[in-house]
């Protein structure tokens, strides 16, 4: 009998389910018991572990006290500003602001929003153009959808949203061509500083700084989609930190609360934030009923306090460390074809005529969960709360598996 709930990325027709009901730590437990280590941070966000008694106290104080509110004009909470500022303050971008919503997706469809009409407000109403690159994933949103540079992602859900330019992941040239081309309609570049859901891809050295130079050239805006990468992932607050590449808005959401209550975000830098602000009678007429949601921003201030009174940051460094190395002498061995990443966030490639699926099916039936990506990858993102020996478990199984 097919469940009443219609599952994301899933085929409708499966009717056999892995039901998690509990988590401690690194771990993961389902309903006959056994236990997982969450290799993948439920979905790249659990930074500081399953089960924090203090998130759910925080979250439960919020609630005795006002558990929501909306922040359309003229309201505000304090939850919001406070979580606004705290964000700014982490991250690369100086005099900055903070749109909230609830999922990546929301951010990211927001943040071509906001690019478009910040160029119009600045006088470039022409420039509507939002250029990606290929393996890009941002989102689910008809925005993020169109951008997408997951071909198959992007099928069958009929027209999209018109003036995107999907680029191969890489190219260089082919960047420079498209905006000798439209240089002057182009409103955006939207890249993820580390391409993640697309198989964890670390850009090529001077890359990002390439296309920051030709926004900067051009009058576009760089977008750095970090719903991956923010919050600490690769050692620093955001992937533009670690890149050393400052963007003009950044995406983030997934472990600004490690999921224990959805927020997502757009920061907006000087840049964009002065085209908005430039005129007194413009009125931004976009936004989500739960932006700034008084028990999402109570999640993100605790989270980010956990991480930092727990050095999560330097641990990422000390995670990614002891993955690669073991990840890398399976690939000295044969039995991985490619190993890549960054900080803790690691994506493996399996000979070619091995399948993802079955390798991730076999994971699991050792204790360990990791995340399959089509063709021939896999990818971890622990949570940065797990132990030396847990990832030394990780590896073990993943070295018994693929030797099979």
Not at 68 to 81: G, K, L, N, S, V
Not at 326 to 333: H, I, N, V
Request: include cysteine; proline fraction near 6%; charge should be negative.
């Amino acid at each position: 009998m097919l469940s009443p709930f219609l599952h994301p990325f899933t085929p409708p027709r499966k009717q056999d389910f892995l039901s998690i009901v509990g988590g401690k730590g690194a771990v993961v437990w389902d309903d006959t018991g056994k236990e997982y280590i969450d290799g993948m941070a439920s979905l790249w966000y659990v930074n500081i572990g399953h089960g924090r008694e203090e998130m759910a106290d925080a979250i439960a104080e919020q609630a005795r006290t006002l558990a929501a509110y909306h922040t359309f004009d003229p309201y505000t909470t304090p939850r919001a500003e406070e979580a606004a500022a705290r964000i700014v303050e982490l991250s690369p971008l100086a005099d900055a602001r903070v749109f909230m919503g609830s999922s990546g997706s929301e951010a990211v469809d927001t943040a071509m929003k906001l690019a478009r009409i910040a160029q119009r407000e600045a006088g470039h109403p022409e420039r509507q153009i939002i250029v990606s690159r290929e393996r890009g994933y941002h989102g689910t949103n008809y925005g993020g959808t169109s951008v997408q540079g997951i071909a198959p992602n992007r099928e069958g859900w009929g027209s999209l949203v018109p003036g995107v330019i999907n680029v191969s992941a890489d190219d260089e040239e082919a960047m420079k061509q498209v905006f000798a081309d439209h240089g002057d309609e182009i409103a955006a570049i939207i890249t993820e500083p580390l391409q993640g859901a697309g198989g964890v891809w670390p850009p090529p050295p001077g890359y990002l700084e390439h296309l920051a130079d030709l926004c900067d050239a051009y009058g576009a805006y760089l977008i750095h989609d970090e719903v991956i990468t923010g919050f600490g992932r690769l050692g620093t607050w955001f992937g533009s930190q670690f890149y050393g590449v400052t963007p003009d808005m950044i995406v983030f959401a997934k472990a600004v609360t490690s999921g224990y209550v959805p927020l997502s975000g757009v920061i907006v830098g000087p840049a964009v934030r002065a085209a908005l602000e430039a005129n007194e009678g413009f009125l931004l007429r976009t936004g989500f009923t739960y932006s700034g949601h008084p028990l999402a921003c109570a999640a993100a201030l605790k989270a980010i306090e956990i991480q930092e009174r727990e050095g999560l940051l330097d641990r990422a460094r000390v995670i990614g460390g002891r993955l690669e190395a073991g990840l890398r002498a399976m690939q000295s061995d044969g039995l991985l074809t490619d190993v890549r990443g960054e900080g803790a966030v690691w994506g493996i490639s399996l000979p070619a005529e091995r399948s993802v699926v079955e390798a991730r099916d076999a994971l699991l039936g050792e204790g360990v969960i990791v995340r399959p990506i089509a063709p021939v990858h896999l990818s971890m993102c622990p949570p940065l709360v797990i132990t030396d020996e847990q990832i030394d478990v990780m590896l073990a199984a993943m070295r018994k598996v693929f030797a099979a």
